[in-house]
């Protein structure tokens, strides 16, 4: 039977910035915690800790919150400032830091924020460890009296030259006989953790670029920009005769593209685009894709066609990088533009997806139009998300339960019905797909429409 968790989502701890569970109490709770548990399970008796945010108002607060907790256990905190959530897993790996600590809410807007963490290794905790975590930071327990006074409290650094750092070693993931040099682009940064790092990444490499979303003022991050709302940057592809469009959210691990035409490229495609030339390559181990139970069925029959496969897991990156390392697997991702090569990177990461797309263009001597338009043939689907009072378990709504039941017979093996909790926000997440678009439209709104009322009742 799985524990239930109390602060720990899909994507670590989340919420409203100032309100339980987003606290500074509970982020200083936190702080000591993770350096009581590098402790125990490292070799260092202070132990090594990043932190980094992106450019929410409410990151100082939580950012002084963490770091108190970690110096109150005798740890080193090593601050980087903003910089994309991919970027401080690589500097906690790099630095041989024994934890890493981010602070953002993603793609949420700027009143939220959250607290993700990475292991010694760069990779996001596993989930016994976010319990055991739990655990210490509900009971105030685990210290065991062993509180570090005088000289054995712990202190503050920061490291100047993060940022340098990860640009060069994302220059280093494209290959050093291509450049940039005739590629124009538009690139959306969301005013958020990557409006510093990625202009410099495409500009170093030859890029002539257009630039949105790189302002940030601590409110404006998500904000009507980057990969939640990438009209901006499409209309800005055409004005400007770009090869290429590149929007990112507000941490940056994840991005949609935009082709010459100004039409969105998401996750799957991009997904399908970078198998389909890995398989050429013979350079996608086992010849598999990894992805969540939301991509498009499309992509399983694209892959398939290439002599490949797909292999699903939960919603989350986190679950997919989980399977991918089981695996050996090199490649995965989600529809809403999470990529993980883990060739290169132990999470996902929308500027380094982005330059693998550019290597292909730039290979191939082809647009990203053509490379992309039909690499995959979607299944009709229908995603409808929407706020919810509270979380009633789906096995505890039979009326909900009828409904999707019967469309899912309805459908047969034609297609599917997928209903889930947002494991970041205080949403429903409804899913369809079907041969016909306007009757998924209609069974997705019926189960929405009867669910909000169940949960009400």
């Known amino acids: 039977m799985t524990t239930k968790r109390k602060l720990f989502g899909t994507d670590g701890i989340r919420g409203a910035a100032n309100i339980y569970p987003m606290t500074g109490e509970i982020a200083m709770a936190l702080g000591r915690a993770l350096t009581h548990v590098a402790r125990v399970n490292g070799k260092r008796k202070s132990p090594r800790i990043v932190i980094g945010k992106d450019t929410r108002i409410s990151g100082y607060m939580l950012e002084t919150a963490i770091a108190s907790g970690i110096c109150s256990m005798g740890g080193e905190v090593m601050l980087v400032g903003p910089l994309p959530t991919p970027g401080i897993s690589f500097i906690t790996s790099s630095m041989r830091a024994d934890a890493g600590v981010v602070i953002s809410a993603s793609h949420n807007p700027y009143n939220d924020n959250g607290i993700k963490l990475f292991w010694s290794d760069g990779f996001k905790l596993p989930d016994k460890v976010e319990l055991d975590l739990e655990k210490m930071i509900l009971d105030n327990a685990g210290w065991n009296g062993d509180v570090p006074v005088g000289h054995a409290v712990g202190k503050a650094i920061r490291i100047d030259d993060a940022l340098g750092r990860y640009v060069v070693e994302l220059k280093h993931t494209f290959p050093k006989d291509l450049s940039l040099d005739n590629i124009r682009m538009v690139v959306d940064c969301a005013n958020g953790a990557a409006y510093r790092t990625a202009p410099l990444v495409f500009e170093e490499l030859g890029a002539t670029l257009t630039t949105l979303g790189t302002s940030p003022n601590g409110v404006n991050i998500n904000d009507n920009c980057g990969a939640l709302h990438p009209e901006k940057a499409a209309i800005k592809v055409l004005e400007q005769s770009a090869h290429l469009g590149v929007t990112l959210d507000g941490d940056a691990d994840r991005l949609i593209l935009i082709d010459e035409k100004g039409q969105v490229v998401d996750g799957d495609a991009v997904m399908a685009l970078c198998a389909s030339h890995m398989i050429k390559e013979k350079t996608l181990n086992d010849n598999t894709v990894v992805t969540t139970v939301m991509s498009n069925l499309g992509l399983d029959k694209a892959i398939k066609r290439r002599g490949g496969r797909v292999l699903r897991t939960a919603v989350g990156d986190r679950y997919v990088v989980e399977a991918m390392r089981k695996g050996n697997y090199n490649l995965g991702g989600e529809q809403s533009g999470h990529l993980i090569f883990t060739d290169h990177s132990t999470t996902g990461d929308g500027i380094l997806a982005a330059l693998q797309i550019l290597a292909i263009m730039v290979k191939e001597e082809k647009p990203l139009s053509e490379l992309a338009g039909g690499i995959m043939q979607r299944i009709p689907q229908c995603l409808l998300s929407f706020q919810v009072a509270k979380r009633v378990p789906l096995d505890k709504c039979p009326?909900?339960?009828?409904?999707?039941?019967?469309?899912?017979?309805?459908?047969?093996?034609?297609?599917?019905?997928?209903?889930?909790?947002?494991?970041?926000?205080?949403?429903?997440?409804?899913?369809?797909?079907?041969?016909?678009?306007?009757?998924?439209?209609?069974?997705?709104?019926?189960?929405?429409?009867?669910?909000?009322?169940?949960?009400?009742?």
Do not use: C, W
Request: charged residues 30%.
């Open 399 to 457: 009326k909900t339960q009828a409904v999707i039941t019967g469309f899912e017979e309805k459908l047969g093996d034609n297609g599917r019905v997928f209903v889930r909790y947002s494991g970041t926000e205080a949403k429903a997440r409804v899913l369809v797909e079907g041969p016909d678009q306007e009757d998924i439209n209609g069974y997705a709104a019926e189960i929405k429409e009867t669910m909000i009322t169940e949960l009400v009742e």
